[in-house]
């Protein structure tokens, strides 16, 4: 690897890979192009989904985005093809086939483990929600205790009652006459936040709908609440489980994460050298006799290497323009020669033919560029590849 007051440069090894027949390299260029779209799209959703497994531990994020030992950047600067997983001696379009499946096996578990691991963190919160609100909403069970109430009567009950703090006084001379049948002193307030306190008030059942109709006029809010040892011991039991299976669930999934990471990512990179591979030989035929590059440039220079690279490469293929941003794959450089024809044994004249009018496009042919693919459209081969998967794209 290489550095320069303006970019970063390192050769980007790709393997003598199966070239196969002409059709078979124009239809794969497209099926390339959505295999690239979803590894970068399941890398993506991967990566964001760690962030938000990790909560308070964001800051390690980066540490566990690795490959194999390696982090990021030094997988990406140092690519070796991974024969064992993408043996070589496959077609072209087998070795795609085994990405393909990689990146859907990926994604669908992502998909299996985020909505396990998001409904139980969801149920979890509400939970928490309940707990942590005002005194209108939040859960009762931690705040009240049995002598705050009159248990085991038939005829009467303890109900609770938010009260506005700039209307105590008035609560406390007017509780009473809400309804017929409230007991004379029955009310004690239990607690209170920056808004409301909370009061207890013993009345018969019977009136209890007329008493709530009543208070609700005043803003005194009577609560939905009826004190019950064990639906309250439920409760809480059934929290300290959600808790408990969230952190059994936490390393295993983090774990996973990590691994699965360096799969996908791997996956990623490897989609690219394909691309890069497939195009360079569409563009320039056999045999095959180009040199792929990995380059970052800075972002006050982006625009420079562009016209700098046009000018240098204009005798590969017209002449083009455009924006450079990130980090770049580049390919489509003959180490010798220009030589551009179909050098194997399913040569023929319709291969020749159209090796000889794709080499004659220039940029005014954007069109047909463009029908057969080619977007960005440059005298070389070239790709960006973002590793950026959170905020940024590089």
Known sequence: MSNSSNNELCKFNIPDLKVGTLDQLVGLSDDLAKLDTAAEQTTR?????????????????QENLVIGNKDVHTYVTKFQWEAAKYPVKQSLKVLSEIIGKQVTQIDNDLKTKATAYNNLKNTLASIDRKAAGSLVTKDLSDIVKADNFVLGSEY?????????????????????????MVVPGSAQKIV????????????FKK?????????????FIVRDFVYDEQSLKAGRSERDKLVQEKQRLYAPLVRWLKINFGEI????????????????VLRYGLPVNFQAVLM??????????????????LHLDGSASGP???????????THGTDRSWNN??????????????????????PTLVSLGVHDYYPYVWFRLNIDFLEKRL
Request: glycine share 2%; aromatic share 12%.
């Open 324 to 334: 450079i941003e990130g980090w770049g794959l580049t390919q489509g450089i003959p």
């Open 345 to 366: 044994n399913s040569r023929n004249d319709q291969n020749t033919e159209y090796f000889k009018n794709f080499r004659d496009l220039t940029f005014d042919d954007a």
């Open 192 to 203: 209170e936040d920056q808004e409301h306190a909370l009061y207890t008030v013993t009345l």
């Open 156 to 180: 009467l009950q303890t109900v609770c009652v938010a009260v506005p703090k700039l209307q105590i006084k008035e609560w406390e001379s007017s509780y009473f006459t809400f309804a017929n």
């Open 45 to 61: 959703k991967l990566v964001q989904y760690f962030s938000e497994v990790l909560e308070e531990e964001r800051n390690k994020l």
């Open 296 to 313: 970052e440039p800075l972002k006050n220079s982006q625009k420079r290497l562009r016209s700098e690279l046009n000018k240098l490469y």
């Open 265 to 280: 990512f791997s996956a990623y990179m490897h989609v690219k050298a394909l691309r890069v591979f497939v195009e360079s």
């Open 207 to 219: 009136v209890i709908d007329e008493y709530r109709a009543n208070c609700r006029e005043q803003k």
